[in-house]
């Protein structure tokens, strides 16, 4: 089993290297699809939703993948490829003033007007209602995740580290979002 799993990550490492934004936006892609799956399973569905599953995967594949990519790079451009701790708290910041409530934003409007197939002025409200609580709740949990990104993981690696990380944040979100449609419809 050890070798099989030896064999993947060579196999993925050099894939990062080739073809670096198609292989991050796959991955990304693939967990948003699995924590949808998840996020499904959780909040009690009988039935797997394959359309919604392939649309999370889409927005996954299609702008986490790639937004993540570019961000990344950019980051370390800006800083040099520093790994100092005041330049990881400067990235830790910049991420979370800029990245963290665009990426929410994004989201947001991605579920109610593509996910759920929601009104414009009902997800405006939505968005005006709930966008501070939920930005205020990943604040709790995303610059932790920043940190040991910056810290420890190679500029290479982020998207997906930061990925699993946004699968178990995208669990929570789907959870919380959909509660809210429910409750609203």
């Known amino acids: 089993m050890g070798g099989l799993v030896n064999d993947a990550g060579r196999k993925y490492l050099l894939a990062l290297r080739d073809h670096p934004l198609r292989t991050k936006a796959i991955t990304a892609g693939c967990i948003a699809g699995c924590s949808q ?3 499904q399973k959780i909040g009690g ?3 797997l939703d394959y359309r919604r599953i392939a649309l999370v995967f889409l927005y996954g594949f299609a702008y986490a993948g790639p937004f993540g990519h570019f961000f990344h790079k950019l980051m370390d451009r800006i800083f040099k490829r520093k790994q100092d701790g005041a330049t990881i708290a400067k990235k830790v910041v910049l991420e979370q003033v800029f990245s963290g409530p665009w990426n929410n934003l994004i989201y947001m409007l991605y579920f109610g007007l593509i996910l ?7 997800v405006k409200n939505k968005v005006k209602r709930d966008f501070v609580n939920v930005q205020l709740n990943s604040w709790k949990v995303w610059p932790i995740v920043s940190l040991l990104n910056y810290r420890y993981v190679p500029l290479e690696l982020r998207v997906l580290f930061h990925g699993l990380a946004a699968a178990c944040w995208g669990v929570f979100l789907n959870l919380k979002v959909r509660t809210l449609a429910v409750k609203a419809a």
Request: charge should be positive; avoid cysteine.
């Open 37 to 39: 799956t998840i996020a």
């Open 45 to 47: 569905a009988k039935r």
């Open 116 to 122: 759920e197939g929601r009104p414009w002025s009902f």
